[in-house]
């Protein structure tokens, strides 16, 4: 039985049993040990990817067939099961529910590429409004509090896809990482009646030694505390708690800063493996359930956090981190890369 149990010493909600034990073994026995010889996301494998949800394609072509831009289907891996209903319910003392939600896999080029960086801006700027289309999508599903859009981009391998794709994860839960940082704007606000996510995005502009680069709308800096070598946050300049709301001007000149950032970090650190996570605020429906001020006190943005460090027992025990790169002199590095 597949579930969603609350952590009572953290607070943070768990995904537990999707593979069952002879299906965990096998998996586990198979990682890194399939070769794949046809890419099931390249145009003519549509059969094989599965079932298109959204895409975007030539006026004419059907569902399931080539001539699509941006193709979007159900994860086959999918952590998340959306035919069910929450049912949150006691277990004694424990706190669980059903594993209800949606689990989408982005296709973002018909082309057999990579990573998002060496698509066209037009081509990302088609994937991050695939984004925006499919959040407000699940948005009108009741039973979701929440849309995360999150990539895994490992380095090249004849054990990957190496096809460049990204993922949408919606839940019946706000995760804790996002409740801290919306817990975080919400008391700077109350005590300065402003944005902190505005305020640091003033003091990095006046001081610009972690700025990466910056256009009219977006700005991309190494955070003042980085987790990690090399981190990145892109943040609007325009203060914006829901990414859902953004224009097509704004979604376009993101696809620049995005391409631009993931760009020099891939030539800096010679292709390394990296997430990025798009942190929004969470479906408000008229701001059920959330406080008035979430619309002035939070603001979205994307973190990309390259994979080259290994967390060691010191960040599993502390939750802290140790990062040996100032940030301002990744920054500085990061700005002298020649695109």
């Not at 030694?209 to 946050?233: M, Q």
Request: aromatic share 10%.
């Amino acid at each position: 039985m597949t579930e969603i149990r609350k952590d009572p010493f953290t607070g943070q909600w768990i995904v537990t049993g999707t593979e069952g034990e002879q299906d965990f073994f096998t998996s586990l026995a198979l990682q890194e040990k399939t070769e794949w010889k046809v890419c099931p996301f390249c145009p003519g494998s549509e059969k094989v990817s599965g079932k298109e949800i959204y895409a975007l394609r030539t006026p004419g072509t059907p569902a399931d067939s080539p001539g699509w831009e941006v193709r979007v289907i159900v994860s086959k891996q999918a952590a998340l099961q959306i035919e069910s209903d929450p049912d949150r319910r006691p277990e004694g003392m424990y706190d669980l529910m059903n594993n209800v939600g949606a689990h989408e896999v982005i296709i973002e080029t018909p082309d057999h590429i990579k990573n998002l960086s060496n698509l066209s801006v037009d081509q990302v700027t088609k994937v991050l409004s695939t984004y925006q289309a499919r959040m407000r999508d699940l948005e009108g599903d009741r039973r979701f509090k929440y849309s995360l859009v999150f990539k895994n981009q490992r380095k090249a391998s004849k054990y990957r896809l190496g096809h460049s794709h990204s993922q949408l994860v919606a839940l019946p839960i706000t995760p804790k990482s996002i409740k801290d940082e919306l817990q975080n704007s919400r008391e700077y606000y109350s005590y300065k009646e402003r944005c902190l996510y505005c305020d640091v995005i003033t003091q990095e502009l006046k001081d610009p030694k972690r700025i990466v680069e910056e256009n009219d709308y977006f700005v991309a800096i190494t955070p003042f505390a980085s987790r990690f070598p090399f981190e990145v946050w892109v943040l609007p300049k325009r203060h914006n708690c829901d990414y859902l709301r953004e224009s097509y001007d704004s979604i376009n000149n993101l696809a620049k800063i995005l391409k631009g950032s993931l760009l020099r970090i891939e030539k800096v650190l010679d292709d390394p493996p990296l997430n990025y996570m798009l942190h929004t605020a969470p479906y408000l429906r008229e701001r059920e359930g959330y406080w008035g001020t979430i619309r002035d006190d939070y603001h979205w943005h994307i973190e990309i956090t390259p994979q080259i460090l290994e967390l060691t027992g010191f960040e599993w025990g502390t939750g802290s981190y140790i990062e040996p790169l100032l940030p301002e002199t990744a920054a500085q590095i990061l700005r002298d890369v020649k695109l």
